[in-house]
């Protein structure tokens, strides 16, 4: 079984720029996270999906993030314009709601350095 | 608002020796799953252990076992036979089965494992 996909797996920019970050969730898996982990800190999730449904974005900073999930597969993540704080690994995890395990399966992150 | 607390910034064992992770929780919802997570240096996190809230029988996987104590909102992990490669981050994390199903994260503890 294939696992969660995630590119560029590194990102460097200026700040102001824009950034978007790919992510292809465990086929079949209908729940998918966004999560920002800053150096030495656990994961903060930013949004939530339930198939191309929005379930929680309570801590995405909706001035410069926004996120989509057509079709309920594949999501981008998008930050514009960036900020130095912004600096972190953007993790993309997804699951399938229910069932007996309820288990997170984890991308390998995308890790963004704004400058 | 749901909390999930690890108090040991870092740990050190011996190899071949035992260690014991600690997490506490607040929530007023009385049916949750908890986590561990790992996250290895540079790779990507993966799940170590569950445990279902309602199961009153402490989890185990091989050298992992956990100790739930649902009244105390307490989760800690133990790691016996301590080995080079569980150097790592450790995450608890906290389900909701309700509503969103949103994971929350401690903010981890590094384990550093002696030879």
């Known amino acids: 079984e294939a696992g969660v996909a995630q590119s560029p797996r590194y990102k460097i920019i200026e700040k102001r720029q824009s950034v978007a970050f790919w992510c292809n969730p465990i086929?079949?898996?209908?729940?998918l996270y966004w999560y920002q982990q800053i150096l030495g800190q656990g994961p903060k999730l930013l949004i939530q999906f339930q198939n191309n449904g929005v379930v929680d974005d309570s801590q995405l900073p909706k001035d410069r993030f926004s996120a989509e999930r057509l079709k309920g597969v594949d999501s981008t993540l998008k930050i514009q314009p960036a900020k130095l704080e912004d600096s972190a690994v953007y993790l993309c995890?997804?699951?399938?709601?229910?069932?007996?395990?309820?288990?997170?399966?984890f991308g390998p992150g995308t890790r963004l350095t704004v400058l | 608002a749901q909390t999930v607390t690890q108090s040991q910034p870092e740990m050190s064992v011996q190899e071949a020796e035992t260690v014991t992770l600690s997490c506490t929780y607040d929530t007023s919802e009385s049916d949750y799953y908890l986590f561990w997570y790992k996250q290895p240096p540079s790779r990507q996190m993966i799940l170590v252990i569950r445990?279902?809230?309602?199961?009153?029988q402490n989890a185990t996987e091989n050298r992992f076992s956990v100790n739930f104590q649902k009244a105390a909102k307490s989760f800690s992990l133990k790691i016996s036979d301590s080995q080079l490669g569980d150097a790592a981050m450790y995450f608890c994390a906290w389900l909701s089965l309700s509503g969103t199903y949103k994971y929350i994260f401690g903010t981890g503890t590094r384990l550093k494992v002696l030879a």
């Open positions: 086929s079949g898996h209908a729940t």
């Open positions: 995890a997804s699951s399938t709601r229910g069932g007996s395990y309820n288990e997170q399966f």
């Open positions: 445990q279902e809230a309602y199961k009153q």
